[in-house]
Structures are given as C-alpha cells and as structure tokens.
C-alpha cells in the first residue's frame, strides 16, 4: 500500500520518470545495446506494474474484477515471455491515462471550510434586552433564548428576532441580494449577515447548525458526500471484458497448449487505446474549454453537461450586472445638472447601494459643500445645501416631510411595475427630481437564452433571493420558462431537487455562498468567474470573467467532448477485435500486433487532439 501512496503523492514525477527511462530504453536499442534497453524497459515494467497489480488485487478483494486485473495478467505475462518492451509500453499507457484523468478530475474540498469561516466564532452575550455589559463568549455556549449584542461591521451570531435597537444589514450571505435591508425590533434576523450600521439586541431562536447559515454549510456538505464522483467510463466496461479476456486467453492456452499464443491474446487483448483514449478526449475538451475562459473540473461535468434538459439562473450578478445603476431620470423643476449635482454631493456622504449607484453615475458632476447632514436609517438623508434643505430618499421620507409627490405619480407607477427602486429628491419642500435605479440585464443575457433555446434545452428557470415581481420581470424579459423569487438558499436546492425527480437534468447558474447549495445539488453546477470561492470551489464549471456568452459554447464543447469519447471507445474496441481475429486466422502476430496496437493509440490521440480545433 505505501508503493500505491507514493505513486499517488508524486504522480508527475512517476511519469516524468517512466516517459524518460523508456526513451533512454529506445535510444540504448539504436545505439546497438538491446539487453540495456531490455533492462531499462523492465525497470519501468516493474515501476508502472506494482502499483497496478496491487490495484487488482484490492478490487478482487472487493470481489471486483477491474482492468488493472486485465492489464497486470498482461504484464506478467509479457514478462515470462521475455517481451519487456511490450510489458513497460503497456504500464507506461495506463500510469498516463490515470494520471491525466486524476488531474482533470480533482475537485476541491475547500469549499466546507471557507464557509465555516464566514459563521462567526463569538459573541457578546447579555443578561436583559436593555443591558450594554457583555461577556465574549465561544459561538457554541449560546442558547436558544439568549440575547446577544450586535455592533456596527459585526456578524449576527445567531437566527433570532430583534428586541432592541434597529440598524443596516447585508443579508447577501443568505438571500445572494446586494441590497442592504434596514430592519428594527420584532424583525428576523440571520446568523452569517453582518450589521452595516446600528447596534442590535438579539434573542436568539435557532443557533449553531440550525440557523439557516448553517443549513447551507450543511446542505453544501451533504451534497457533495452524497454527489460521487461517477465511476470511469473504463471501469463500467472492464466490469464485463476483462473476464472475457481472461476466459479467453485460459481456453486458448488450453486447447493450443500454446502458452505463448495465450500470452499474446492478453496483451493484444488489452486496451491500450482504450486507456489512453478517454482521458485524452477529456484533456483536449477541457484544453479548449480553458481557452475560451471555461473552467471544467472533469470528465463527469462534460458528460452530465451534456445531458442538460433545464437551465436554472440565480438572477443577481449572473443574467444582471449585480451593482445597482441609474438607468431613469426624471426632472419636475429646476436645472436638471444642478438638481443631479446636488444629490450626488448629498449622496457622498452615504454607503448605501443606492446612494453608491449615484456616485458612480455622476462622477463628473463638481460636488457641492454640505451642511447638518442628517442620515434618516432606512429611508434617506436630509442635509442642507447653502440656504436649500434638501430631502433625498425613499417615498416614506417623502411623506414624512409633507412633500407632495403627485407630480410624479405616473412616472411612480410605471418604475415600480418595471421593477426599479426610487430615489426622490426634494428641495425646499418641492419635488425636483425622481430617479430610477435598478439592476440591469448584463447586455448578452437575452441572446444567451435564446442560444439554449435553440440548443433544444427548453425549460429556462430564473430563481432568485429578490422579491417576486422583480424576479417576474426579469424573467419576462429573457422570455425564461418560470421564475422563483423571495428563494432561499433551502428553496433553490428544493425546487432544483423537484425538477430532478420529474426526469429532468438540471445544471444550476449562480455565483454567490447561497448559491452553493444548489450548485452542489444540481446534476451541473456552473459558477460565474466574479463570484465568491465558495460559489467557485464547489461549482463543476466556471466561466471564468462572469463571461455569459460561454455558457453555449460549453454546451457544445461538452457534446463534442463526450461524442468524441464514444469514438474513442468504439476505435480502441474495433482494433482489439480485430486484432484477435488477425491472431486466430494467422495473419497477426506479436510483432506486427503490438504496431497496430501503438497505430491505434496515435489514432486515437489524434481524434482527441481534433477537440482543440473548436
């Protein structure tokens, strides 16, 4: 077992050693030293065949006849006949072909312990709702009931209902929304969001693993234990050939007594194309795919790719920009310039989304001086600009100071059917300017969508943490099958589950922590490249730069890559039979068999080099 744990721990250094010994094998036979490339040839037949002798070995202990099983008959074989030319080609062939399936297949695991680290690890516990003298203590002494104190750019440590105190969350970690959402007593909270502004008194409902931050490390943990790897393509079909093979080769060295005839059935028997030729597909596929900004962890993810029958989206940051953007503008009195310079001055002296939304928009505007800035949570600012008080925020605000917004009610009406958040701004007690801000489609959504549909997946779903009617929106305007708002992370991975057990193969679009469980649910998990690690590590593809153009292009990468595969498979199998029938008619013999066998593995190297031509 150690030789199979160094082999496992060094495999580039394994093959970068056994490639050189065989090729100082070829060149010592050249030079005319035929017994030191013998030599050399079975130093690499022992090197290449340990390892896989003691793979068979373990398999039939598991009552599993495997290829190595095939391939280790083979290699002794080659052995007791003295041709370790053909033993060291054979092991050289199957330590490669594992070798670049094992690196293409590697998956992360690091997602579980990245989420970890985002659940806070203490808290400052309190004895009453009223209290400001707190102990620190470790997460996992918090009790359901316990009231928990919470400062301005702290994590909330627990799920619970606020008692006192009101302030600006980032719930982003939960609902994948951007939106910062200002919440007051008897309101809920969720552990893993962090307090963007204010002080809160917490009691606690549910703690540890059953907050819903929790939930979604757990959900994320057994998906993936429940999500194997599938089992190689080689491996499912030397379930039935190696014992063929074998069967084989014992009746003819029976019948014939021929024990060299037997030997030689077994090494031509087995499939070195067949070995090489599906991780060569695999590595040709993903090579392309990596070209054009396509991340693929494996084999499995092109085959399931393909299977596709149902496109899911998270909404924000995957078929939308994912920053909020002033995208309407209406001015009711005034100079426009002057009425926008004066609330991007105002909105300076704000974080929020919005606020950051009109900053970036009017970064040329001069900025005026500001005076008694008064920040009002949860609906706006008030500040005065020389002798002009002005109102900028929500309509609440607006109701709060009188201001009559009757001018705007048409324009009102038409951005908050469209899905817009307001911002209206009022200067000396009169409307002067309503802006429309919102999240805008990434421009190549709807032309993306209309590709998939063309690439026969119909069903086209869109979930998402926002509220519905801007889910229904967005949905609408990429003309998608179905679209789910208000989700949790739980919901996303419910409804993804429901689709799966009507037959449908779902691959899952998203990019942030809550959408990890659904990506690790979903028969394909697809990241987009600006999204967190977490979303990243445990997706099974990634476009790379947020790219949505790649989607189809992977689409078809993965058809061509599995359909490529198949054509492997079926040359490697085609040469075998061939060659036993050349073996049993006379025509084929060890020589000339072993040159047809290495013409069938440049064959199918070359088909699979064709992927790089996509």
Known sequence: MKILQLTNQHQKIYIVLMTSLIILSFVSGWLGNGMIGHFIMLVVTILGGSPIVIQSISALRYKVVSIELLVSFAVI?????????????????????????????????????????????QALRISTPTSRIFELIDIDDIQVGDYVLVKTGSQIPVDGKIVNGEGAINEASITGESKINFKSQAQNVFAGTSLDSGTLVIQADKVGEDTAFGKIIDLVETSQDSQSQAQQMIDRFAKYYTPVVLVLAVLIGIVTRDIRLAITVLILGCPGALVIGVPVSTVAGIGVAARHGILVKGSEALVQLRKVTTFAFDKTGTVTKGTPTVTAVQNYQGLEMQNLAIVASIEHESNHPLAQAIQKEYTTLELMPIDKTVVIKGKGIV??????????????????????LTISQQDTDYFLREGYSLVYVAINHQLHLLLGIHDPLKPEATKIMQQLRELDNQRLV???????????????????TQAYGDCLPENKMALIQQYQSHGERVAF????????????????????????????????????????????????IARATVMNMYQNIIIAMLTV???????????????????????????????GVRLLRL
């Open 77 to 121: 074989g080659a052995i007791l006949i003295g041709e370790f030319s053909e033993s060291g080609i054979v092991v050289w062939l199957f330590a490669l072909g594992r070798f670049l399936e094992a690196r293409t297949l590697t998956r992360t695991r690091s997602a579980i312990a990245q989420l970890v680290q985002l659940m806070p690890k």
């Open 383 to 404: 500040a005065n600009v020389g002798q002009q008080q002005v109102v900028v925020g929500n309509q609440q605000l607006m109701h709060d100071y009188d201001i009559d």
């Open 462 to 480: 869109l979930m998402s943490g926002d509220q519905q009617r801007a889910v229904e929106i967005v949905a609408h305007q990429l003309k998608l």
């Open 509 to 556: 679009v998203g990019d942030g922590v809550n959408d990890s469980p659904a990506l690790v649910t979903a028969n394909v998990g697809i990241a987009m490249g600006n999204g967190t690690d977490i979303a990243m590590d445990v997706a099974d593809i990634v476009l790379m730069h947020a790219d949505l153009n790649k989607l189809p292009l992977a689409v078809k």
């Open 577 to 607: 039979v061939f060659l036993l029938i050349g073996l049993f008619t006379g025509y084929i013999f060890m020589a000339s068999g072993m040159l047809i066998h290495e013409l069938s593995i440049i064959v199918v190297t070359l088909n």
